[in-house]
């Protein structure tokens, strides 16, 4: 079969790939795009539109059953359409996808390959047509695919991964979630909130993102107010039952056994690399355990070699803005190969969009050394904006060098943290310490006035707030 | 009668005098607090929270009309319970204001004065119970006094306030606001989302707090959907009605007069500083047009004199959060003086809290050289999440200096600009290019990615931004 020359080729059509296909076609390089799969991006397809678009209903959902608090008096009988909802999600989910069409339309046809590759040498990737491409470079953007763990290998045939969720026809009445995580927080609200009865189950402690047991103990409060939450299950199973349901079995903390029937199960236990066919091992490189060539984070590269990793594949970050950056940095150094430079990387920022939202910025305290770091804190559970909008609860840390008073991370559990987030993540790329954080302008009432209360907590714990700034008046009313 | 000695005396109890009082006293200054009025802050009782209150309700009945476009189904008859709205706000509010008196509770009676205070020369004041109080030095934050044109003269006794809203017993059904300002604007459009219908009258083309036509003509365009905009009025005056309601007349910009009629009047043609009976005229000062002393904005003080200002007196920011900044630093320099010192100010922020948000960073367009600055802006009428939050409107416009390349300032009409403006602040204030601004971290799908297509578009106007930057996937979808 024929061989095909190239300087460039890209394995996968995701986010990353684009990103990286675009950059050496636009260097004048020639580039080939190679996808087995449908075109359409992870994030748009199945994850960050789709579930932003869910979690909205649900919001707007759980904000009429409590407006009744505001004066405003709904009459009984509001219904959730579930058909209507959906059908919205899909619409416009299928819109944002269309707009990724219209993009990789935008490639010419001849730099398509509609194929699955593997490496058959470190500049070799066999397709599964039977063809072979040599690339002076490669970058791999093979995305990932969801983990199943072997608890639910029994109830294969009807467990539902995070997409699914988007292409019911009706919400389930009940529905164990495994893996409190990202997803299956922000999915398992979603759906509380749309009428189903939600509890999740999980061999570990760990929810949502967050790291700090101080912050994780409040999501726990706050969500365990609405959804059930079985952690640190030993000998957890899931099981078909007669009714077409699932019989999830489990030992608490107690050590009794459990059993609990749902009607669905959504299995969110994270997502790995799509790595099992690309035959790394005959490329020479180093792999780390996951299987996952050893790369460098600035440039991307595998090694010293002309191999480079972007998005998902790299195991690293897994969301959409890393991605599109590791494809343009991957790109550009494939391009550039063996000249390879290094980019600088953006303060990590990882959200959850429950309510209230998680948000992990920078460092992740559990990644920090507790002897060489302050921190502070504040409440939201009397915020006064937050008390305003009816929404007054959470809590977050900000943690900063003893050495340096830097800002080094933050976690949050917080309304409004997707935004307030943004705001730390500016300010610890930026190296601010916390005290010049404060000279930043803070309106008044917003709910970024609960960041300013845990960043004055972490001033004043490092010392560092002069008395004239603890003098004036703190903060107007209900800051 | 006795006359009192202090080192330091503030006349007025607001936000910015008990800044300055509580930083005198700390200091170890005999500071005196005088306040002829009620206790409690004009953001606690009248303006800030109440407003803010009001507007939550209102956006809460707006988004429960339109639940359905999201596949909620509310059945018909969704009652606007005015009497349960107005006491959540009233009871809300008065908790503010409750904290605002435990702060000022806790001052030692003997340092409040219960009088109204006018000087008699720079360091001599006169009580109107006859007493006389000497000070080393006196800080003034008597604070602002809402301001009524000629044209309402007529209907005196029967208009509102923006503070007489959060009294009212019903909403009414019809209401002609006079000043489409920050707070016209904020409770014209809560009191239209809870059944008033609005009508905007001004002699002027302004509207909220923004200077760029481009952003104000979609301010209109957007607000205009549900209320009446009256602008460029000519002989506007408003009359008595027989039914104790409000007649409007004015010409209209094609020059016929026009009546219309209104059950009730509210004016909000803004706030002039508190000065009339201060007796400014026996200080020795110099005095602008409107009658308040020239004063160094980084001191606070009044020429070389011991009179510092601080707050709306000032007749500069009026708002919160300035307040209490000027309140620190006026106090800081009466208790220093005659050595006083300069304090860094942050980067002016303003925000009106309408749906979607006006907000101003920085420069005021108005107050930029056009010569010497780019542009850049980007619509929100097809940005991602405010596309699947249905709140997709609105235009964001950044300005640069062309010459260094740094950010100077922004203004938006956009959801969630609340939030993005302090992106922008802090921005400015760290003298970011827009291209630097474009490292920082941007999650996805986020509102602040708005933001970062307007820097974009600037970056690309200054030809600041690296082909790289280009190259790699832009966006993600709906970004």
Chains 1, 2 share one sequence.
């Not at 009984?76 to 993009?103: C, W």
């Not at 019911?168 to 609200?189: D, K, N, R, Y």
């Amino acid at each position: 079969m024929a061989s095909i020359h190239c300087d460039v080729a890209v394995i996968g059509a995701g986010t990353a790939g684009m990103s990286a296909h675009r950059v050496a076609q636009r260097a004048g390089k020639k580039a080939l795009l190679i996808e087995a799969g449908d075109y359409g991006t992870t994030c748009a397809r199945e994850a960050c539109m789709p579930s932003k678009l869910l979690i909205e209903a649900a919001n707007r959902a759980h904000d009429v059953a409590r407006a009744g608090a505001f004066g405003i008096e709904v009459p009984a009988g509001t219904r959730i359409n579930a058909q209507a909802v959906l059908e919205r999600v899909r619409s416009e989910r299928d819109r944002f996808v269309g707009s990724v069409l219209d993009q990789i339309a935008g490639i010419p046809k001849e730099l398509h390959l509609r194929a699955r590759a593997r490496f058959v040498g470190p500049n070799t990737l066999e397709l599964d047509d039977g063809r072979t491409v040599e690339a002076r470079a490669i970058v791999v953007a093979a995305g990932s695919s969801a983990w199943l763990p072997d608890s639910v290998k029994a109830v294969a045939d009807r467990l539902m991964r995070s997409e699914d969720v988007f292409n019911l026809e009706q919400f389930p009445a009940s529905l164990a979630i495994f893996g409190p995580g990202v997803v299956g927080l922000e999915l398992g609200q979603a759906l509380q909130r749309l009428g189903t009865r939600v509890s999740f189950f999980s061999p570990l402690a760990e929810l949502g993102n967050v790291s700090d047991a101080l912050i994780r103990d409040v999501v726990l409060d706050v969500l365990g107010e609405s959804m059930a939450f079985r952690l640190d299950c030993a000998r957890l199973e899931a099981l078909p039952a007669a009714d077409g349901g699932v019989c999830v079995r489990w030992c608490g903390p107690d050590g009794q056994a459990k059993e609990q029937h749902f009607e669905r199960l959504l299995v969110t236990t994270g997502r790995r690399p799509a790595i099992a066919a690309l035959g790394f091992e005959h490329t020479g490189l180093a792999l780390a355990d996951n299987g996952v060539p050893l790369f460098d984070h600035h440039t991307m590269q595998c090694g010293t070699s002309s191999i480079f990793l972007a998005g998902d594949v790299s195991g690293e970050h897994m969301v959409l803005h890393e991605a599109a950056d590791e494809g343009r940095i991957a790109g550009d150094n494939a391009v550039r190969y063996p000249e390879v430079r290094g980019h600088l990387r953006r303060t990590p920022l990882s959200i959850v969009f429950t309510d209230p939202q998680m948000a992990v910025v920078g460092r992740r305290f559990v990644d920090l050394n507790p002897d060489q770091i302050e921190w502070g804190e504040s409440s939201y559970d009397n915020q006064g904006r937050a008390r305003i909008m009816g929404k007054n609860a959470g809590k977050v840390r900000v943690y900063a060098s003893r050495e340096t008073g830097c800002l080094l991370g933050a976690e949050l559990f917080a309304p409004g943290a997707e935004h307030t987030a943004h705001l730390l993540a500016w300010a610890v790329q930026a190296k601010l310490s916390a005290f010049e954080a404060l000279q930043k302008s803070f309106y008044h009432p917003v709910l970024e006035e609960g960041i300013r209360s845990a960043l004055r907590n972490l001033s004043d714990r490092l010392h560092l707030t002069p008395d004239i700034a603890n003098f004036g008046l703190r903060y107007g009313p209900g800051a």
